[in-house]
């Protein structure tokens, strides 16, 4: 945010080489899907002054990106389909909810991978969400309000 985007580059790969270097493979990876990507993107789109909406949304497809990244390389890592494993787990919560409630239903695949998307994506939305409102607050009492474009809401109520 202060020093530009290739700063923040720079940072996110000297952070995965040190953990690659002191923990292994399988850390440095899972920092790069999980926090490591969406740190960057947040952080460059902040600088380039994109608009909030905007920046909540391609954050969010980046978190969920790393999300599924990270748990098909805990599947390939562990030798267990652990996208299948949840699959399996929503459809008979369902089938099981259905069939409390009196409804004949058994829903298909795709409409579990719809669900299953639609609350990955949910789930990165508001975590992304409460990242910017978190991160506004605490900007803005570093002092760096001038770099912001905070929201006319979030700008009155700071």
Same mark, same amino acid.
């Given at each position: 945010?202060?020093?530009?985007?290739?700063?923040?580059?720079?940072?996110?790969?000297?952070?995965?080489?040190?953990l690659?270097v002191?923990?292994g493979?399988?850390?440095?990876?899972?920092?790069?899907?999980?926090?490591?990507?969406?740190?960057?993107?947040?952080?460059s789109?902040?600088?380039?002054g994109?608009d909030w909406?905007?920046?909540?949304?391609?954050?969010?497809?980046a978190?969920?990106?790393?999300?599924?990244?990270?748990?098909?390389? &805990?599947s390939? $890592?562990? =030798?267990e389909?652990?996208l *299948? /494993?949840?699959?399996?787990?929503i459809?008979?919560?369902l089938?099981?909810i259905f069939?409390?409630a009196?409804?004949?239903?058994?829903?298909?695949m795709?409409v579990?991978y719809?669900?299953?998307?639609t609350?990955?994506?949910?789930?990165s939305?508001?975590?992304v969400f409460?990242?910017?409102?978190l991160?506004?607050?605490?900007?803005?009492?570093?002092?760096?309000?001038a &770099?912001l474009? $905070?929201? =006319?809401?979030?700008e009155? *109520? /700071?």
């Amino acid at each position: 945010m202060r020093w530009g985007v290739a700063a923040g580059r720079k940072t996110m790969v000297a952070t995965a080489m040190l953990l690659l270097v002191l923990s292994g493979p399988v850390k440095a990876l899972a920092y790069l899907l999980t926090h490591g990507v969406l740190g960057f993107s947040m952080g460059s789109l902040w600088r380039l002054g994109v608009d909030w909406g905007l920046s909540i949304f391609l954050c969010t497809i980046a978190r969920s990106a790393g999300a599924m990244g990270y748990i098909l390389t &805990s599947s390939f $890592l562990i =030798r267990e389909n652990i996208l *299948a /494993l949840i699959t399996i787990n929503i459809h008979a919560s369902l089938t099981f909810i259905f069939s409390a409630a009196g409804v004949n239903i058994v829903p298909s695949m795709n409409v579990i991978y719809v669900i299953f998307g639609t609350l990955v994506l949910l789930n990165s939305g508001f975590f992304v969400f409460l990242l910017h409102l978190l991160y506004s607050v605490f900007l803005t009492r570093l002092g760096m309000k001038a &770099s912001l474009r $905070l929201p =006319r809401w979030l700008e009155m *109520a /700071l």
